[in-house]
């Protein structure tokens, strides 16, 4: 069965320091589809992005990138120069890729960022 | 497009009283999901639709919970009795058919006292 663990429950930094929320995963499958969604105190989701298990380019958008390795079945997200704005809570989710599009989340990783 | 609406945004009820809580997905979108979230368990998938049809209910925690969707733009889930243990935030998401991104409601804020 599909496994997602955010070993991070809870992570305090100050802003404008880089942060690195950590996701693993676990599948049998060959195909997959890995993403990372967004919760602000809000409480909304809010996607962030979507990566497809042939696909293990980083990916970079502005002060968000992520780094997908199969190797060792991570794909992580990594916050440069946070900001107050990035508090929230951040689930990495995963897909098998199959004709069913539910998600499988992980329990998320609080980021909170102080001033 | 308005996103996916949810109401209520709030409820409280007594335990033994029925909830319904009601869900309008994105227009084209013809996958349905409803979602349950506590600080215990996180965010839990409890029933599946597609095209209208539920695929997978497997994650329904027991017969008081029931879900429909009648048509391709509502849908409701169900909870009687409610007792106070359901207590949780609600989401409903939807999307096109497939491993694609899920657009989330605003979630409805269940409590039973």
């Known amino acids: 069965a599909q496994k997602v663990t955010q070993a991070q429950t809870e992570i305090s930094v100050v802003e404008k320091e880089d942060v690195t929320l950590d996701c693993v995963y676990e599948t049998r499958d060959t195909t997959y589809y890995l993403f990372w969604y967004k919760q602000p105190p809000s409480g909304e989701l809010v996607f962030l992005i979507r990566?497809?298990?042939?696909?293990?380019q980083n990916e970079i958008s502005g002060r968000y990138s992520w780094n997908f390795q199969k190797s060792t079945s991570s794909f992580n997200f990594t916050i440069t120069a946070s900001q107050v704005v990035d508090s929230a809570v951040y689930f990495c989710a995963f897909n098998y890729g199959g004709s069913q599009g539910n998600l499988i989340f992980g329990k998320g990783t609080k980021l909170s960022v102080k001033p | 497009d308005a996103g996916v609406i949810q109401s209520p945004r709030h409820e409280v009820t007594e335990m033994g009283q029925e909830v319904t809580l009601r869900c309008k997905p994105i227009?084209?979108?013809?996958?349905l999901f409803w979602y349950r979230q506590t600080m215990m368990r996180g965010l839990e998938l409890l029933i599946y639709?597609?095209?209208?049809?539920?695929?997978?209910d497997s994650g329904m925690p027991e017969d008081r919970f029931s879900a429909k969707m009648p048509n391709a733009s509502f849908s409701t889930l169900k909870i009687q009795p409610s007792e106070p243990r359901d207590s949780a935030v609600y989401f409903c998401?939807?999307?096109?058919?497939?491993?694609?991104?899920?657009?989330f409601g605003a979630g409805s804020r269940l409590t039973v006292l």
């Open positions: 639709f597609n095209n209208n049809v539920p695929i997978d």
């Open positions: 998401a939807s999307s096109l058919s497939g491993p694609n991104v899920l657009t």
């Open positions: 227009s084209g979108h013809n996958s």
């Open positions: 990566r497809n298990s042939f696909d293990e």
